[in-house]
């Protein structure tokens, strides 16, 4: 089954402090591809990173960064020096096939709160 | 570049009716994706056209339907609505579909609520 696991529902940490948001993933695919999204209040998602499972490396981007671990399963996010803007719902997905389809599976999600 | 565009930005219908929702893409991409997001089964896929034709499939019944116009714009259909169906419908468009895997852009969401 394809399966992505956030298991922080909601953190909350005061400004400039640094927050990692977990993802673990559950594929039989060989080739997949793991996403990060960011739903603020308004409701729009927007994309973060994209990355395919033949790329292990890890990402940095300003503040955001990215570490995937195929052996763990995991593809976690980590803000450094958080700000009150970066208060929003994150979405880790995978895009994956099953029964035969692709599509991409998201987790429940993590509610970062971050006070000034 | 325009977003991701969808009409109407929010809806109520009572049960038993049908609804009907609409999603522009970004201009020159021709899949488009539909999810539903729920507090509690959260984000979930419904399905995604590309070039008219449906691609894929999430497991909805087939009260949900979709299709795709030779513009790329997409419709979503709702028959006989439940009140489980209240639900904020995203809509999402990339290049194309398939691999290799373009990002999708999401559109603000129709807000429909079943009374």
């Known amino acids: 089954a394809q399966k992505v696991t956030q298991a922080q529902t909601e953190i909350s940490v005061v400004e400039k402090e640094d927050v990692t948001l977990d993802c673990v993933y559950e594929?039989?695919?060989?080739?997949?591809?793991l996403f990060w999204y960011k739903q603020p209040p308004s409701g729009e998602l927007v994309f973060l990173i994209r990355?395919?499972?033949?790329?292990?490396q890890n990402e940095i981007s300003g503040r955001y960064s990215w570490n995937f671990q195929k052996s763990t399963s995991s593809f976690n996010f980590t803000i450094t020096a958080s700000q009150v803007v970066d208060s929003a719902v994150y979405f880790c997905?995978?895009?994956?096939?099953?029964?035969?389809?692709?599509?991409?599976?998201f987790g429940k999600g993590t509610k970062l709160t971050v006070n000034p | 570049k325009a977003g991701v565009t969808q009409t109407p930005r929010y809806l109520i219908k009572t049960r038993g009716q049908q609804v009907t929702l609409s999603c522009s893409p970004i201009?020159?991409?021709?899949?488009v994706s539909w999810y539903q997001q729920t507090p509690g089964q959260g984000l979930q896929f419904l399905f995604e056209?590309?070039?008219?034709?449906?691609?894929n499939k999430g497991n909805f019944p087939g009260r949900f339907s979709g299709r795709q116009f030779s513009n790329s714009r997409s419709e979503m259909n709702v028959s006989t609505l439940e009140l489980g169906d209240s639900a904020l419908y995203l809509c999402?468009?990339?290049?194309?579909?398939?691999?290799?895997?373009?990002?999708?852009?999401f559109g603000p969401g129709t807000r429909l609520t079943v009374t």
């Open positions: 999402a468009s990339s290049l194309r579909s398939g691999l290799p895997l373009y990002e999708q852009y």
């Open positions: 594929t039989r695919d060989t080739t997949y591809y």
């Open positions: 990355r395919n499972s033949f790329d292990e």
């Open positions: 997905a995978l895009r994956a096939t099953q029964g035969g389809s692709e599509k991409l599976v």
């Open positions: 201009s020159g991409h021709r899949s």
């Open positions: 056209y590309f070039s008219e034709t449906q691609r």
